[in-house]
Each structure stands twice: as structure tokens, then as C-alpha cells.
């Protein structure tokens, strides 16, 4: 029996210059705090299986019709990550191939409009997403979009507008979903206007998709015509995306968007990890880190608040905390730079009607999922919380910030919470 640890994966790396940067970046993961949204921290299992030589196997097409032999065991795999997709969703239909978010996005675009077909979906600034018809995305080269956002005061979606806008154009595909809205979407109400004005409904979970496998968000497959998501956010999983559709007769038309319409083999060590990624979302453990997401979510927010920060929408019913600081002297930007000396990585977003460009942003958008997946609870969280509104502080009064104050609070919870626990033994048979 031979025994492994986390270390000795980078250390049987024999090019020495990549396995040093790749020590460097373990060690900068472990020593700050990820509060990014669109990144997490991957069980060691679903790491470990991207390691795997079955990462050297190609093939084309799906699981009983390959253009390559030797795709036994890939069509095992395959088949046991879409059962598991389609369980943990209760959809019809589960492509697990997608390379990615954006091109999940783009599959199920090619699957359902031809060229110069109408596209409605959230206005970025508004939360939305570039591959959902931004005009510098291909997507909106491709398709003729219109947008629709939310209420300048309450920062939710303008369902009423929406309607509007859906009936005056009708699009052939209506996008829910995106990457800076932080409360739950009425799906029934869109799935309604959709149905009303003869479009198909797609919804891109990327974001919450987690929080959907956890039961902590309205499962939206039931109502959409489709769904994408990205694996790899809060559901916890590896670089990658998802389809989902709880009709097999959209699932035929999305598979044959993929191969052969859009990519060519899957990433089999890719889904070798989603595979383990859908199975652990099904474990009680999963649950809980959701709710301490949560929890630490909401956290967040009455601190920010209790300090005179104002959130878009008012707080979250997310693991997302969008801090508007449009009315502060310094950008998202700054904030983000700010916290990454402090040893807290976040990130600026643009926010509605942001009269800063989007590189600068008035917003900083906050997530807990990394750390609640690194065992954070509400005790422990509080002090990353402290560091978070000092930094902000201090940017709004002029104040120098105490980095080194903050660099040793934060060494010593990362300390208390490893990534990965360096010295955990795996059994190798
Ligand atoms: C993150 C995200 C994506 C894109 O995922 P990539 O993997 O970066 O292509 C797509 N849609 C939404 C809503 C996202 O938040």
C-alpha cells in the first residue's frame, strides 16, 4: 500500500518550472481568502481525477455512438455523469460535455435560433451576462438582441418591463439568469410570459446551481425550456459547463449543437470530475456547506450595512453580496486591489446605470461559497467580515490601511482553515 498526500501531486512534477509555479499558486490559494463568486475550492477528489490518464483519451459524439474505438470506459463515465445530472436536477435530458459556461450558452443558442433570430436577455450592467447577446460577445453578432434589466430603486428585476419589451419584440429565446443578481428569479413569471409571447425560455443557473442542488433555490428545469450552468461556482465542481433540459426532444437538438455543430472531443478528465462533483452535491455535507454559505452571506451583509455600505437589491437570498458603492469616492476597482493586499481576492463589477466604465465599476461583488467550502462558519467568518469593511473604511475616510495588520489576521485564519489538508493520506491500493 503506498500513501499519497495534496504536496507529493505537484511534487511528482519533474519540469521544474512549471511545478514552482504551480507550488506558488497552491500556497497563494492557501494563504488568502477567495471571495470571488465565479471561483470555489474543488474537493480533493474531483482534482485527483483530472489527474487521471483517462484525460488522454479522445473521442467524438455520445456515450454507444463514438467515431473512436476504446470508448468503453468513457461511456461508462459519461452515462454515470449525465444519470447523475439528471437526478440531481430532475431533468429528462443532461449534456455534461460542455467545455465551458459560455459555450453551453453558445450550444443552446445554435441549437434553438438560426442567425439573426431575436434573443432577450438581462442587460449586462444589470447583472447579465457577455455571452448571453453582449454586443462585443459573438453572441450578439450572431443573434438580434434586446435587453432587459431592473428597477433603479430596488434593484430587482422589472418583471413589467420585462413583459413589455417581450411582448413588443418577441423573441424567439428569453435568457434568465446572470452574473451579478443576487436574489431568486420568478421563474414562473417568466416562464409564463414566455410561454405567452410564443418564446423559448432558456435559464442559465451558473451562479446558483449549487444552491439549486441543495434545494435552497427554485429548481428552475421544471419550468424552462432549457438550462445551462457552469460546474464549477457554487455547485463545487471542475472547470466546465452543463445542459440540462427536461425535454428529450430539445436534448436531441442540443446534442447535435455540440457535436457535431460546435466542439469536437470532450474533456473526459473534465467530466470525470463533474461526475464526482454531482454525486457529492447529492451528499448531506453538500447541504451544509450550502447553508453555511448562506449564512455567511447574510453575514456579510448586515456587517457591510451596520457600517453605512449599501447592497444592491438591499442584502441577498444568494451566496452573492453586490456592494454598490456608487456613491463612495473610489471604485469597485480600487476596493478589489485594496483587499487583495489584505489577503482577500474579490472582484469590481459594473452596476446598474454605472457611470463608471466597467473596468473601474462601482460595485464589488462578494461571495462566500470558497469560503464556507474551506469550512468557514459564522465565528470564524466574522473576522474576515472585520478585515473586509476595514479595508472599506479606510478607502471611504482617506485612512492608510494597516496591511500588515490584516495580512497576519488573515494568515491565521487561512491557517485554521487549509484549502486542502496538506497531510491528509490517501490510501493507494
Ligand atoms: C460564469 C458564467 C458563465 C460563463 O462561464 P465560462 O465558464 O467563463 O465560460 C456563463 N453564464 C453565467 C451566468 C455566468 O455567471
Known amino acids: 500500500m503506498q500513501r499519497l498526500d495534496v504536496g507529493s501531486i505537484v511534487n511528482a512534477i519533474s ?18 481568502i477567495s471571495m470571488l463568486a465565479s471561483e470555489n475550492m474543488l474537493p480533493l477528489d474531483g482534482l485527483l481525477a483530472q489527474a487521471s490518464p483517462i484525460a488522454n483519451k479522445t473521442v467524438e459524439g455520445f456515450p454507444g455512438h463514438r467515431y473512436h474505438a476504446g470508448a468503453a470506459w468513457v461511456d461508462a463515465l459519461e452515462r454515470l455523469c449525465i444519470d447523475r445530472g439528471k437526478e440531481l436536477f430532475a431533468a429528462g435530458y443532461a449534456n455534461v460535455q460542455p467545455h465551458s459556461g459560455s459555450q453551453a450558452n453558445q450550444v443552446v443558442f445554435n441549437a434553438l435560433l438560426d442567425p439573426g433570430d431575436r434573443l432577450l436577455s438581462m442587460r449586462l450592467s444589470d ?40 411582448r413588443e419584440r418577441r423573441p424567439k429565446l428569453i435568457v434568465a439568469g446572470g452574473s451579478a443578481y443576487p436574489r431568486i428569479i420568478d421563474f414562473k413569471a417568466m416562464a409564463a410570459i414566455a410561454a405567452e409571447t410564443g418564446a423559448l425560455l432558456l435559464v442559465d443557473m451558473a451562479h446558483f446551481a449549487g444552491q439549486v442542488a441543495a434545494g435552497r433555490y427554485p429548481n428552475p428545469v421544471p419550468l424552462a425550456d432549457v438550462v445551462s450552468t457552469t460546474t464549477y461556482k457554487s455547485l463545487r465542481g471542475p472547470r466546465g459547463g452543463m445542459i440540462l433540459s427536461r425535454s428529450k426532444r430539445v ?36 447541504g451544509d456547506y450550502i447553508e453555511r454559505a448562506l449564512r455567511l452571506a447574510a453575514i456579510c ?10 447592497l444592491l437589491t438591499g442584502g441577498t437570498d444568494t451566496t452573492m453580496v453586490m456592494v454598490d458603492l456608487s456613491r463612495e469616492h473610489f471604485t469597485g476597482r480600487a476596493a478589489a486591489e485594496a483587499l487583495e493586499r489584505c489577503g482577500i481576492i474579490a472582484n469590481q463589477n459594473a452596476i446598474p446605470g454605472d457611470f463608471r466604465p466597467p473596468f473601474e465599476g462601482s460595485g464589488l461583488r462578494l461571495s462566500t461559497t470558497a469560503m464556507a467550502a474551506r469550512g468557514f462558519d459564522a465565528a470564524t467568518a466574522a473576522p474576515v467580515f472585520d478585515v473586509v469593511c476595514g479595508v472599506l473604511d479606510s478607502l471611504r475616510r482617506d485612512r492608510p490601511i494597516d496591511v500588515a495588520d490584516a495580512l497576519r489576521r488573515i494568515a491565521r485564519l487561512c491557517d485554521e482553515h487549509p484549502a486542502y489538508a496538506v497531510n491528509r493520506q490517501l490510501e493507494v491500493a
Open 301 to 310: 451583509c448586515s456587517r457591510l450595512q451596520a457600517d453605512g455600505f449599501r
Open 127 to 166: 447583472g447579465g451576462h457577455l455571452s448571453h447577446g453582449a454586443a462585443i460577445n459573438q453572441s450578439g453578432k450572431l443573434y438580434d438582441v434586446s435587453s432587459y434589466g431592473v428597477d433603479r430603486e430596488t434593484g430587482l428585476i422589472d418583471y413589467d418591463e420585462f413583459q413589455r419589451i417581450a
Open 15 to 32: 519540469d521544474r518550472d512549471v511545478r514552482g509555479i504551480l507550488e506558488q499558486e497552491g500556497l497563494r490559494q492557501e494563504r488568502t
Open 251 to 286: 436534448g436531441r437538438l442540443v446534442d447535435r449543437s455540440l457535436f457535431p455543430g460546435f466542439q469536437g472531443t470532450p474533456a473526459m478528465h473534465q467530466v470525470a470530475a463533474k461526475a464526482i462533483c454531482l454525486g457529492e452535491a447529492r451528499q448531506p455535507a453538500f
